[in-house]
């Protein structure tokens, strides 16, 4: 049976073994020679590119669920197409994984053959002179009284003043310059691997979470502080920042006329925050786009609302409730709504022990009664207002299940009925109270508000490797585009008439048009020193040698 990689299989056990041996190694040897190619590395790296495509336009699980399953929701066919197809959660599916690596993979085996192959060409001499320079693609010539050695000796310092890397081969120095440019082209690669590995290694070690911080709260970083928060899987408690900070103060002002009127001018939080569990108090201010930095975890500032200060009072007048009450913005102006829940030590008239719920929304610039809705019209704090309606019952908050505390769930809640019997609700002015019925308490509304700030804290170690892998990848790739390399050759040879004949030719290893131009410079040092033959009646003294370039450039020149 012939094989694909050369001979046939030989009868017998052995031929059998041999054989399978020779195919298994020769399409390893393919596959190998494939994956390294230039061609395959760059279809790879095309390949993730598109592959990211997805996970931008369509939500992913592991930064919004929600978003995900209300999809899934909305799109019976394509929902469960893209969850086979792990559209959901891109950059941890078996294929975004397997493009990943076998990038990784082909530019190590590009990188490491390349590099020895450079590590020889500085350990290399440049090769000895053409037979033939006046063929090369720059190349000028001139008689001159100087011996050839004399002659030799000042090319050899002209070209190594001009960092050339030069020697003398025989009748000729040989010179080459323009290494950098396959250094770049290494360091292009190597900081392209370098930019992998940040990235693998943050996302396994990620960590992100928000919390909602109303002034006069702290933080400790610990999963318990978080409202929500997501890792990458290798991420563990212990591999957590220890820090904590408390929100003294926000600030937050608004255009007030033109047509950018309630654009946000400034919004900062004032922190006091201590590394470690017994360091020092500092204080900082957390501005958009300025986070705090504390070792590889970053403090950013992205939401601000208000949370109004509220007060119940059970039938006795005993306060059951104090405390200031987020609000979640619902529209640009802020117009923002909560729950107000009172979980333990209330009883109603009767004596019995309840649980109060209070749906609230809140505007802080109120239009006025008689002048629309309950949409705020300015963001600032000019004229807030809380509408808030009355439940009681059991607010659901024992019964194990997680709940959403911005959510009031009214499912085994009663409606405190007003006198025309419909629903209780009305609107407070800070400093207000709402009477509820039957002597079963009030809620007011006091004439404090304080306002809240959103933190998202992120956690990715390995961003300022990825950060120096892509400037060293620019750095490379500006040089393996702009040093060209080339090499020149000067030969001195005693003619037929005594004098001494110098060659200067010059080959690009890359396309410059600046060959020429630097091939008649170093003519002109060399002249200097040995100048044109003054006895030759066709010589010009006046005259420095020429560059010319009449050849194509080719890639390489083998002695003759």
């Not at 702290?218 to 904590?244: E, H, M, R």
Request: with cysteine; hydrophobic share 40%.
């Amino acid at each position: 049976m012939p094989g694909s990689f050369g001979g046939s299989r030989a009868p017998g056990a052995l031929g059998w073994i041999t054989w399978t041996a020779r195919e298994v190694i020769g399409w390893t040897r393919w596959f190998w020679r494939q994956l390294t190619s230039m061609r395959v590395a760059l279809l790879l790296l095309f390949l993730l590119s598109l592959g990211a495509i997805p996970g931008s336009l369509i939500p992913q699980s592991g930064t919004s669920a929600m978003d995900v399953q209300a999809f899934k929701d909305a799109h019976d066919v394509l929902g469960p197409l893209y969850d086979r197809l792990g559209l959901f959660h891109v950059y941890s599916s078996v294929w975004f994984s397997a493009i990943y690596i076998l990038l990784f993979v082909s530019l190590i085996g590009c990188i490491v053959p390349r590099a020895w192959q450079f590590v020889g060409q500085l350990r290399s001499r440049p090769p000895g002179a053409p037979k033939r320079l006046e063929r090369l693609p720059a190349y000028a010539t001139w008689r001159t009284d100087a011996a050839p050695e004399e002659v030799r000796e000042a090319a050899l310092k002209a070209l190594r003043k001009r960092r050339f890397r030069a020697h003398v081969a025989g009748d000729a120095i040989a010179a080459e310059k323009g290494y950098l440019r396959e250094a770049g082209n290494l360091l292009f690669h190597v900081a392209l691997v370098v930019m992998l590995i940040a990235f693998g290694w943050g996302q396994l070690y990620k960590s992100e979470g928000n919390k909602l911080i109303i002034e006069g709260d702290g933080f400790a970083n610990t999963l318990t502080q978080y409202d929500d928060f997501k890792s990458g899987n290798l991420f563990t408690a212990d591999d957590l920042v220890p820090y904590s900070f408390t929100l003294r103060d926000f600030t937050a002002t608004y255009e007030r006329t033109g047509p950018n009127k309630g654009t946000p001018r400034t919004f900062e939080a004032d922190l006091s925050y201590s590394e470690g569990a017994y360091g020092k108090a500092k204080k900082t201010t957390v501005k958009v786009n300025q986070p705090l930095h504390i070792g590889d975890s970053k403090v950013y500032l992205v939401s601000h609302g208000y949370a109004p200060v509220i007060t119940v009072r059970d039938g006795k007048g005993k306060v059951v409730f104090h405390d200031a009450v987020p609000m979640l913005n619902l529209d640009a102006n802020i117009t923002s709504q909560g729950a107000i829940q009172v979980r333990d030590g209330y009883r109603n008239a009767k004596g019995e022990q309840e649980q109060l719920g209070f749906g609230a929304i809140f505007v802080p610039t109120f239009a006025g009664a008689g002048k629309g809705s309950m949409f705020s019209q300015f963001p600032a704090a000019d004229n807030p207002v809380l509408a808030v309606n009355a439940y009681h019952g059991d607010l659901g908050v024992n019964a194990g299940v997680p709940q959403n505390v911005y959510q009031l769930n009214t499912k085994n809640l009663k409606t405190f009925k007003g006198a025309d019997g419909q629903i209780l609700k009305e609107r407070l002015a800070p400093g207000q109270t709402m009477k509820l019925p039957g002597g079963n308490g009030s809620i007011t509304f006091e004439k404090q508000v304080k306002e809240w700030a959103g933190f998202q804290i992120v956690q990715q170690p390995g961003s300022g490797w990825a950060l120096g892998g892509a400037l060293a990848a620019i750095l490379g790739l500006a040089g393996s585009l702009f040093i060209p390399r080339r090499r020149v050759w000067v030969r001195a040879m005693t003619g037929a008439d005594g004098a001494t004949v110098v060659e200067m030719a010059g080959l690009g290893r890359s396309e410059s048009a600046k060959l020429p131009e630097e091939l008649g410079d170093l003519a002109a040092l060399v002249h200097d020193q040995a100048p044109t033959k003054t006895a030759d009646p066709d010589a010009d003294p006046d005259r420095e040698p020429d560059a010319a370039s009449h050849v194509p450039a080719a890639e390489g020149v083998q002695t003759k």
